[in-house]
């Protein structure tokens, strides 16, 4: 399974933007897909996470981000709303045989693409 990231980019104080990430080699379907990200010098944070139930987010992003699943385009997307510039940092995606913060059960992970929140 090849996990690609895309959609990051700068976005001002209380923008808006839709990160995909698009699999490859396998189908989406039979994993948890969890977002992740990961700013200078601070560990990497779990975000959201989507399986068969409905998805769950972190207390960070709760409420700002959503999370869904595209079967047929086989790919999952992450919308951030009332981005802060907290939120700067780079994005991933990943999988696992089922959703879980443990960031060491996901096999697979994107390259991460580039979120920056400054005005």
């Known amino acids: 399974l090849q996990l690609v990231e895309s959609g990051g980019g700068l976005v001002q104080p209380g923008g808006s933007l839709t990160l995909s990430c698009a699999a490859s080699?396998?189908?989406?379907?039979?994993?948890?897909i969890g977002w992740f990200r990961q700013a200078p010098g601070k560990v990497r944070e779990g975000l959201s996470c989507v399986s068969d139930g409905a998805p769950y987010y972190g207390d960070s992003v709760r409420g700002r981000f959503t999370t869904a699943r595209d079967s047929a385009k086989n790919t999952v997307y992450l919308q951030l709303k009332n981005l802060k510039p907290e939120d700067t940092a780079v994005y991933f995606c990943?999988?696992?045989?089922?959703?879980?913060?443990?960031?060491?059960?996901?096999?697979?992970w994107g390259q991460g693409t580039q979120v920056t929140v400054s005005s």
């Open positions: 080699g396998g189908t989406l379907d039979h994993y948890g």
């Open positions: 990943a999988a696992a045989w089922d959703c879980t913060w443990n960031q060491n059960e996901y096999d697979y």
